[in-house]
């Protein structure tokens, strides 16, 4: 069916086999991603707007043994009320004024595969009764049809609220949470795993430059990462996505910097310090501060990836002569002072 064929080409998704952050920040999350992803049962990827949960649930998808089927996105937030039931069940043709033909609902097409429940705290409480029953028998209704349909489907839930307190309030039902929260995942905010920022800058500046058609990948500045560091990030990992494809197109071939990103307002001042003259450092004792910051967030690493050296923008000889000179111990020297 031309239907079947043009949605699918916008939901199916596989995995790459990478996620940026899985030997830093999102380790723990990638420990639990991988043991649950050999199961069938139900997952609950929880955590703020922007943190990468469609990215997390690829990943528990491509490594199923389901990876082969489909992974269908749905998000419950977008979908009008009234078009509901027709969007994730289906229906029948002369269901309803303008049902001109059958059309198969995203439970129905994920069959064999992953359904992805974005946004799952928007449902309203009647589609949650019926999503309830998928749950529990694994069958559907079309719209407008009298026959049940059996669905083979590995259900991935997310959602940024907080799903407990909701049942509180009577807003979610009780019975559809404990289905959903089978096995829960947390993912932490980018504010929480700065470390995986270098590696994240990189990527993006890889994909967005090819976007924009730019003949040649650009280079950061020196230092170029020190805001990126010092910023809360609010919208996370895709507001990061925003700044830096803001200062691709305001690059113009030159190396990229972000002192010219204009900052939201109520975070500006978020990433600066407020020293007072009493405690102010020498040059020395700052440098050295900010190295030591460096070698926490990158774990010791001082060259390629990720590492120190990138994070601020020199080259890796001139950190170590200048660890040196700072006296700064790292490596077998840290070890010799335990």
Not at 18 to 30: A, N, P, S
Not at 63 to 92: M, W, Y
Not at 201 to 221: G, W
Not at 249 to 276: A, C, H, Y
């Amino acid at each position: 069916m031309a239907d079947d064929l043009r949605y699918l080409q916008g939901r199916l998704q596989h995995f790459s086999g990478d996620v940026i952050g899985e030997d830093f920040g999102l380790k723990e999350v990638m420990e639990m991603v991988r043991e649950v992803a050999p199961l069938d049962s139900p997952v609950l990827l929880q955590g703020e707007t922007g943190v990468g949960k469609e990215i997390i649930a690829n990943a528990i998808h491509g490594l199923s043994r389901r990876k082969n089927g489909p992974f269908i996105q749905v998000n419950c937030g977008a979908i009008p009320e009234t078009l509901i039931d027709s969007e994730l069940f289906g229906h029948e043709k002369g269901a309803f004024t303008g049902a001109i033909s059958q059309k198969r609902g995203c439970f129905e097409r994920a069959d064999g595969g992953t359904i992805f429940l974005d946004e799952v705290g928007e449902l309203p409480l009647q589609a949650q009764v019926r999503m309830l029953r998928v749950l529990q028998d694994k069958n559907i209704h079309r719209v407008g049809g009298t026959s049940q349909i059996k669905v083979d489907i590995r259900i991935i839930a997310a959602t940024h609220q907080n799903l407990h307190d909701m049942v509180k309030r009577r807003l979610f039902r009780d019975d559809l949470w404990f289905r959903l929260n089978v096995f829960p995942i947390l993912i932490p905010p980018l504010r929480d795993r700065k470390e995986d920022i270098p590696a994240l800058v990189d990527h993006f500046v890889e994909i967005r430059s090819k976007e924009l058609q730019m003949p040649l990948l650009p280079k950061l500045a020196p230092g170029a990462m020190a805001p990126l560091m010092g910023y809360a990030w609010p919208g996370n990992v895709r507001e990061l996505e925003n700044v830096i494809e803001r200062a691709l197109i305001l690059s113009k071939g030159r190396p990229l910097t972000f002192d010219s990103i204009v900052w939201p307002n109520d975070n500006e001042d978020q990433g600066k310090l407020t020293t007072r003259k009493d405690d102010f450092s020498s040059l020395d004792d700052a440098v050295s501060k900010h190295i030591q910051q460096a070698l926490e967030m990158t774990k010791g690493k001082i060259h390629g990836s990720a590492g120190a050296a990138q994070l601020l923008g020199i080259n890796p000889s001139t950190l170590r002569h200048r660890m040196r000179k700072l006296r700064i111990p790292h490596g077998r020297q840290k070890q010799k002072g335990t």
